[in-house]
């Protein structure tokens, strides 16, 4: 059964601080990986998407991808209140979506 | 701007009965998703389609759910009969293909009593 993991959580963080959300998978051959954020009661929404090792940043948010040790994860950086919410991780070649992090940033 | 979008958005039902959950992907999309999400199981690959063909329904059960693409418009998750435990809310998704980004419906919430 391919895999993808996450952090357990609940995390929480003060306001202000970075969130660090972990995510593994199993399937060596993915390719594409994904972030959604997830408000309670709404749909999933994309945060961010990277296909290459390394780093990928868009403004408060940045994604790291490490292929051999089938590793990605999300920081961001200076939480505030509204990033408030579940964060799932999402693979490709396996349509699958992690458990998620439910992550609480506190004023 | 384009949007996925699901009906009904709210569905109550007794238990043996038929439900219909219908999805418009966004226009140009050629793969959609249908996911189940729960408290228990958190997101559930159930099937999806490429270019209207079903590529996978692993995760659906066979005995009384089925999903179909009648039209590059139009997705459809079926069940019949409904019981207790598919009470859930069902989410579809379309995406440019298979390895890029996926946007999702608001989903339906289904419950069934």
């Known amino acids: 059964q391919k895999e993808v993991e996450q952090n357990s959580g609940p995390l929480s963080v003060p306001e202000g601080a970075i969130a660090s959300l972990n995510c593994t998978y199993s399937d060596r051959g993915s390719q594409s990986f994904f972030w959604y954020r997830q408000y309670s009661g709404k749909s999933p929404e994309l945060i961010m998407s990277?296909?290459?090792?390394g780093d990928k940043e868009d403004g408060r948010f940045t994604a790291q991808l490490n292929k051999a040790s089938q590793y990605v994860s999300l920081l961001i950086r200076d939480s505030q209140p509204s990033d408030s919410a579940t964060y799932l991780c999402a693979v490709k070649g396996d349509m699958r979506f992690g458990a998620g992090t439910r992550l609480t940033v506190k004023p | 701007d384009a949007r996925v979008t699901q009906t009904p958005r709210d569905k109550v039902t007794e238990m043996g009965q038929e439900v219909t959950m219908r999805c418009q992907p966004i226009l140009g999309h050629n793969t959609v998703f249908w996911y189940r999400q729960t408290m228990m199981q958190g997101l559930e690959l159930l099937a999806y389609f490429r270019n209207r063909a079903p590529l996978d329904d692993s995760g659906m059960p066979k005995d009384r759910f089925s999903a179909e693409m009648p039209d590059a418009t139009l997705a459809t998750l079926k069940i019949q009969p409904s019981e207790p435990r598919d009470s859930a809310v069902y989410f579809c998704a379309s995406g440019l293909d298979l390895a890029y980004e996926q946007y999702f419906g608001p989903g339906t919430r289904l419950t069934v009593t």
């Open positions: 990277i296909y290459s090792n």
